[in-house]
């Protein structure tokens, strides 16, 4: 162990005593060549002045490492988008049972598949209330009951488009905002509700031909203790 070390990698005299002894403090460093400044210079300041200076170097606007202002570009999705494949299960007129949304637990009649990938049913409305709705197919269950609805005329019109909601005006940053003044309650478009009548009345002369359909299509669905939904047969 050397004499200027109390123990190994502790040194018994202070850094600014071992400056003073050196008398480094004395030397002009204009004068002092590059070489001899570095070979002077502790092993560790010459590493945060190393340092420095390579982060000086990538951060500096002209520095050919790298340029100071870096834009991400996105990364090309090569994956098309398309609508997911309808389960056997589903077909035109099988009753379904809603598992989410405000409506879960309820039973509606499937029409179609939109281009979006969606399930277009409906309750019918003037049965169990429920209107013409957009369901994901992996929130419902598929029923062995279905309904002939071979005689219902479903409109073209009835697409993803139909379901668009249209946005009010808003007074902002006004007290009737506020307040909630002259805030009127929103009505549901006459057009919709035309095409709901319609498309209940077929619905409903199909559903009227099968015995007890129509008092099924208004319960709900619900399971008692120890009852497991994949034991069942629906």
């Known amino acids: 162990m050397a004499k200027n070390q109390l ?5 018994r005299l ?10 480094l403090y004395k030397v002009s460093k204009e004068a002092k060549p590059k070489a001899e400044v570095a070979a002077a210079e502790p092993a560790r300041e010459r590493k945060v002045r190393e340092t420095k200076d390579l982060v000086n170097a990538l951060t500096t606007p002209t520095s050919k490492l790298l340029p100071a202002a870096v834009t991400p570009k996105a990364k ?13 299960s589903i077909t035109p007129g099988t009753v379904l049972i809603m598992l989410a949304g405000r409506f879960r637990g309820k039973r509606v009649v499937f029409l179609k598949q939109l281009s979006s990938g969606l399930l277009l049913v409906t309750g019918p ?8 709705r ?13 309904v002939d609805i071979s005689g219902v005329s479903i409109d073209a019109k009835i697409n993803d488009s139909y379901f668009k909601h249209e946005k009010a005006a808003k007074l902002k940053g ?18 919709k509700i035309a095409d709901q009548k ?17 008092s099924y299509l208004t319960s709900t669905f619900s399971l008692s203790k120890g009852q497991a939904p994949h034991t069942l047969q629906f």
């Open 76 to 88: 090309a999705g090569r994956k098309a988008v398309r609508a997911p494949k309808l389960r056997k």
């Open 14 to 23: 202070s850094r600014s005593r071992v400056f003073a002894k050196r008398a």
């Open 7 to 11: 123990a190994p990698g502790i040194s």
């Open 198 to 214: 319609a498309l209940d009345k077929d619905i409903l002369a199909a559903v009227a031909k099968v015995p007890f359909l129509a």
């Open 125 to 132: 409305f003037k049965l169990n209330g429920i209107p013409l």
């Open 134 to 146: 957009r369901v994901n197919q992996a929130y419902v269950i598929a029923t062995s009951t279905s």
């Open 174 to 191: 006004t007290e009737e905002e506020f307040f909630g003044e002259k805030a009127a309650k929103k009505e549901h478009p006459a057009h």
